[in-house]
């Protein structure tokens, strides 16, 4: 893949060679009662990952030890080959973070918040004057960029969030919830730009999240931690085949309907006005469609639905959990 | 929802599937050279200089630096057409302590003004996140708002200094006159760095306690007002209700009352290291008293110093990054 990390220089008992992210039994803990980050370990590959999770759930800790601005309570945890408890200071010359709340200046125009941020990145003034442009540009507000943040709407402001995490070329975006606040449509354009910035600028990508719905659109992997605990982590087509259901509503007889499927191997859950059955494959389109048309039920509506985040990974076995006993290879990401 | 979902995620191929595609706007890498960690806290500094003058911050930023940097430069002004109308009066104004009265006043709204603009809003406006991602140190940032601030207050404090100058060395008879005006510059330029010193040390450090720019002004500007009408009225008091000591010397509490003030205690400072007056100097309008604690005066104004730099520096290590 494109953004390959470049590990070589590290000594050795370090990092996995084509690992991005790194955390072997991470651990952080506030205080003596709070846990963020519990025995965490996971692996990241390079492209677009999702992080995804409850509010609370440790997503944003993670990122901030990634970059080094917390210090881990125990385990280790390395980006881009780099240890976070040593190295922070390569990593963040090697990474953009877009922080989950706002963090703009009302009375500064994009341009020049962006250029100063770039020259923080360690680029020279000219050509960070010419990559703020440059940033700006690929997230679309090439036009506005003279005019002082505090005009902008909630949209555009996440815009230059994410652009001045990109102005200084990172290998690696850490983004956490970038589609915060956002409306639908605003939603959509934010996702599609960060799967163009994972496709076309060759930079792995870590998206926090808590909403599994709009993550999946964009990401190639998932990693789900609870309570700062892994839940799973694997590629996105197996985590969405495991969670799917499809609902079905029938204008009338969902009693018989419920009965039919049920026998056909099923498990029907009534839910809202109609059912919801885990979908399988093929096969269950064809159980549905048969039982309907068996019972000569007026079908009205079948949609593909998904749990919310939270109910779809505690439903699975915590197979996938690292546990101390499998510390290697556990919630690998492949 | 899911079906959205399905729509975009078709539009998404992976990464390694468009290789060859080319696009209207490409992305270009930098691979140029990388600045180090000197040249980003250069760069922060400079910035910070900038903003506490209003530079880059919209024109209605600049009105009050400009008006206090104008009165500032008053009294120089004054001197250099008084000079110019009356050559056989000599200099009106002493480089080293300036216009007491006027240059406290102008230092102290630009302190309370403009040290919320280097720390405050990016307390407000959350910015510290971004500083710290980025690679620079978390002490870093303390030292380049210092370093800075200290360069303003430097800037508004010495530059009238050099004007005086330059209209006592143009209107001084001889090279020797000129001389003799350059050898008092220098003693007065270090007075002004000490102003610097200790009034950006402690205006940052209690900007830095509040994100609230009000806030932030009032927590410099009423302490730093205060203090100065209690230490000028406990030295008028001291002075004249219990009278001196002994011959020629002031009251405990005259002497001290200076301490409380850091105007009064750079005031202070100066009379303990001119002492005593050098003949022929231009006479100060106003003077702290500071009787036997000259020493004392000296030693605060340096813990003083070091005190607020070391809190701030304390600040920045404890702020947090969410």
């Known amino acids: ?334 | 929802m899911s079906a959205d979902a399905g729509a975009a995620a078709g539009q998404v191929t992976p990464p390694a599937a468009q290789g060859g595609v080319i696009h209207d706007i490409g992305y270009r890498r930098y691979d140029a050279v990388r600045l180090g960690r000197g040249a980003i806290l250069r760069a922060l500094t400079w910035h910070s200089f900038r903003s506490a003058f209003g530079i880059g911050r919209g024109a209605k930023a600049k009105i009050f630096p400009a008006l206090l940097f104008a009165i500032m430069c008053l009294p120089a002004a004054i001197n250099a057409v008084a000079l110019a109308n009356n050559p056989s009066g000599g200099p009106i104004i002493s480089y080293d302590s300036y216009v007491p009265s006027l240059r406290t006043v102008a230092m102290l709204i630009f302190v309370a003004l403009e040290a919320p603009n280097l720390v405050s809003t990016d307390l407000r406006n959350h910015t510290l996140p971004l500083y710290f991602a980025r690679p620079i140190r978390r002490i870093d940032y303390p030292l380049a708002k210092l370093s800075a601030f200290v360069l303003a207050c430097l800037a508004m404090v010495e530059i009238p200094l050099l004007l005086l100058y330059i209209g006592n060395a143009t209107q001084a008879h001889g090279a020797h006159q000129v001389w003799v005006q350059t050898l008092r510059l220098g003693p007065g330029l270090l007075f002004g760095a000490a102003w610097a010193v200790l009034l950006a040390s402690i205006g940052l450090l209690l900007a830095s306690a509040t994100g609230k720019r009000v806030f932030a002004i009032c927590a410099i500007g009423i302490p730093l007002f205060l203090s100065y009408v209690v230490a000028e009225v406990l030295m008028h008091v001291g002075s004249q209700a219990y009278g001196p000591v002994g011959v020629g010397q002031p009251s405990a509490l005259a002497s001290l009352a200076g301490l409380l003030s850091p105007f009064t205690l750079l005031g202070g400072v100066l009379r303990w290291l001119e002492a005593p007056p050098r003949p022929g100097a231009v006479p100060h309008f106003q003077q702290t008293i500071v009787g036997h604690y000259g020493a004392l005066y000296g030693i605060l104004f340096a813990a003083a110093t070091i005190a607020a730099a070391g809190g701030l520096v304390l600040r920045y290590r404890r702020v947090g990054v969410g």
């Open chain 1, 1 to 334: 893949m494109i953004a390959q990390p470049t590990t070589a220089r590290e000594p050795a008992g370090a990092p996995e060679p084509d690992a991005v992210i790194e955390a072997r039994l991470l651990t952080k803990r506030y205080g003596l009662t709070v846990t963020a980050l519990d025995d965490l370990t996971v692996s990241i590959r390079p492209g677009i990952t999702g992080l995804i999770g409850a509010n609370g759930a440790g997503k944003s800790t993670l990122i901030k030890i990634l970059l080094g601005l917390l210090e881990p309570t125990g385990g280790d945890a390395f980006v881009l080959g780099r240890d976070c408890r040593r190295d922070g200071f390569a990593i963040r010359t090697l990474t953009g973070y877009m922080p989950e709340h706002d963090c703009l200046p009302p009375d500064v125009t994009a341009t020049e918040f962006v250029s100063h941020l770039g020259r923080m990145s360690g680029l020279p003034a000219a050509a960070a004057r010419e990559r703020a442009a440059d940033s700006l540009r690929h997230v679309g507000l090439y036009e506005e960029r003279y005019r002082q943040i505090g005009t902008y709407s909630t949209g555009m402001k996440q815009r230059v969030k994410l652009a001045q995490a990109l102005v200084g070329d990172p290998r690696l975006l850490l983004l956490d919830e970038p589609t915060n606040g956002l409306d639908p449509a605003g939603r959509t354009a934010m996702l599609q730009l960060i799967a163009r910035i994972g496709a076309e600028f060759g930079i792995s990508i870590l998206v926090a999240s808590h909403l599994l719905g709009e993550i999946e659109q964009v990401c190639d992997h998932l990693v789900a931690i609870d309570a700062g605990r892994l839940l799973r982590a694997d590629s996105l087509s197996s985590v969405t085949q495991a969670s799917a259901a499809l609902l079905v509503e029938v204008d009338e007889g969902i009693d018989l309907l419920q009965a039919e499927l049920a026998t056909r191997g099923l498990r029907p859950v009534p839910f809202q006005r109609g059912l919801l059955v885990a979908l399988a494959g093929d096969e269950t389109y064809d159980a549905v469609r048969d039982s309907v048309a068996d019972l000569g039920l007026p079908l009205s509506r079948m949609e593909q639905r998904r749990h919310r985040v939270e109910e779809l990974f505690r439903t699975e076995p915590a197979a996938a959990a690292g546990s101390d006993s499998e510390p290697t290879g556990a919630g690998r990401v492949s």
